[in-house]
């Protein structure tokens, strides 16, 4: 029984973590995660993989196995229930933070969320599962081992090996190393961090960074962060507590997190009134004061952002605050974030962030983790995952140096194929991604996207008229408004020439022609994009309006 294993997201890029493993009688995902708009993807919420390719390719997917708590892992979760009604399986604070994004999407009382042990091992179909713990900047984060007719397969989830973890629970190598004796047939490990040398740093470092930065400041303390990276906000509660400050959080999901954390035992708290809420932070002396925020990536509307603009209801940047973005860079955000950082320092602030400051370790393993990884399981073969193609390439490169027999670069809906212990390529479906706005989800086709971007580069032309639906004749009209065109000062010569040219053709349709509308919309746009194209060298878009009396 051959097993094939499909990415649906998560190579060749950050984000959309997403494997199927199926074996023809079972089938089983690893992960269902979310994707964040780059920036041709205007007015884009999130992206999510388009699952109903599943219905064809594994109809019979029976379950879906979750790392971690982090958006890109657990983020599509409601999206794939829409299409298949099956139990989810994660470790208790993993489900905690699922439940608000099920809830959010009215699938909360619905869902079959089944908690596990960090060394849980279950029976599901073809498939006898063990999780094995990982350290992550997010707590009760695990790994998969799968044993099934065609081998065993790790799965490592995103992970470093933290000689001192927060919770006092390693990276389960010892029993990777267990494992590899009974022969893995292939190893699927995180490659984020791949590009770095050495180690990363454990999560303490930030602890130890954030209580000297809370003891010296003489003002109040802001520090920007994800929300879910409950590891850090931990040891910044623990810091000030340790400081004489009391901490205000900033942002629905920072206080949502929170508080799922402490109702399930994750995160404790030095003492019962140490959180106070954002609104009492201005009424304590600023040295008494410290912000845990959202926004560290320069969302535009962020709390953080908000502060950077003067526009917060509540908190309002001083010449005496530091302000501290603990997190790491996210390529495609480094613009948004340096004109954050700009205007903090530009209100007087003190600001310090990655590239000045030890104040962010990643939660990702560094070259030697990914090494002592690939030599903990012995796989005869290896699959990098999670990161994009430069980092994929670079992990293959140090497998195949480690002596790993086989090694295999997979694109998004490549079939992994594993039969009688040989890996192969086997073809590919077409996986497909979803673009969410708002409330729609799956009306945000790529042509929508094209004509926003088209929108934002060169604006719009509207053109509205009404004709007589029985004799053709003009009767309102052309009226021409332009948006992102040209200022509205500079606006009334041209939209005087664009009219003319519109009048024209109108003649020349004649008014017999003039009841079929697609033809009378084809003559305007050419008309009117020919003048502007002619005129001032743009070619906005061109919308014509016309109506029937």
Do not use: W
């Amino acid at each position: 029984m051959t097993l094939r294993v499909i990415p649906m997201g998560g190579v060749g890029e950050i984000g959309l973590n997403c494997m199927l493993f199926d074996d023809g009688g079972s089938a089983l995902l690893i992960d269902s995660g979310l994707l964040f708009p780059d920036d041709t993807m205007l007015g884009v919420d999130y992206v999510v993989p388009d699952f109903s390719v599943l219905r064809s390719t594994a109809p019979h997917l029976g379950a879906l196995l979750l790392t971690h708590g982090h958006e890109d892992h657990i983020g599509a979760v409601p999206f794939l229930l829409r299409e298949f009604d099956i139990p989810i399986y994660g470790t208790r604070l993993t489900l905690g933070l699922l439940r608000h994004r099920l809830a959010e999407h009215g699938l909360e009382a619905s869902a079959r969320l089944i908690p596990i042990a960090r060394d849980a091992r279950f029976r599901f179909g073809n498939f006898d599962v063990e999780a094995f713990p990982v350290c992550h900047s997010i707590p009760d984060a695990v790994g998969y081992v799968l044993r099934c007719p065609e081998g065993i397969f790790v799965h490592t989830g995103d992970f470093k090996i933290d000689p001192d973890p927060l919770d006092g629970v390693p990276t389960g190598i010892e029993r990777l190393r267990e494992i590899s004796a009974e022969g893995v047939t292939a190893l699927f490990s995180d490659s984020t961090n791949v590009e770095r040398e050495g180690v990363s740093p454990p999560e303490r470092f930030v602890g130890e960074a954030l209580a000297e930065i809370f003891g010296q400041a003489a003002g109040r303390v802001v520090v920007g962060m994800f929300s879910s990276n409950l590891h850090r906000i931990q040891e910044a509660i623990k810091a000030a507590g340790l400081c004489g400050r009391r901490v205000a959080l900033c942002g629905r999901s920072m206080v949502r997190n929170v508080a799922t954390a402490i109702d399930l035992g994750y995160l404790t708290l030095p003492s019962p009134d140490i959180l106070i809420p954002v609104e009492d932070a201005v009424s304590l002396p600023d040295r008494a004061v410290a912000v845990l925020t959202t926004g560290s990536q320069g969302e535009p509307r962020s709390a953080l952002a908000l502060m950077a603009l003067g526009e917060h209801k509540h908190l309002k940047v001083r010449p005496s605050d530091t302000i501290v973005l603990s997190s790491k860079f996210i390529p495609g955000n480094e613009r948004a974030i340096a004109g954050l950082i700009n205007r903090f320092f530009l209100a007087g602030a003190d600001v310090l962030y990655e590239k000045i400051s030890e104040i962010h370790v990643s939660g990702h393993g560094s070259v030697e983790e990914l090494r002592t990884m690939i030599d903990a399981v012995r796989p005869a073969n290896f699959v990098p995952v999670h990161g994009e193609p430069r980092l994929l390439v670079r992990h293959r490169n140090l497998a195949r140096a480690e002596g790993v027999p086989r090694v295999a670069m997979l694109r998004n809906g490549d079939v992994l194929a594993f039969s009688g212990g040989e890996m192969s390529l086997a073809g590919r479906i077409e996986v497909g991604r979803r673009f969410v706005d708002g409330k729609g989800v799956g009306d945000v086709e790529s042509l929508v996207l094209k004509d926003r971007v088209h929108l934002s580069q060169v604006g719009l032309v509207m053109v509205v008229l009404a004709f007589s639906s029985t004799t053709g004749e003009l009767l309102y009209g052309p009226d021409i408004v332009t948006r992102g065109v040209v200022t509205e000062s500079g606006a009334e010569g041209l939209v005087e020439g664009a009219r003319d040219e519109v009048l024209r053709a109108i003649e020349e349709i004649g008014a017999d022609a003039r009841t079929d509308t697609s033809e009378m919309q084809a003559a305007i746009r050419r008309v009117v994009r020919r003048f502007f194209n002619k005129r001032i060298d743009r070619k906005p878009m061109i919308v014509p309006v016309l109506l029937e009396l």
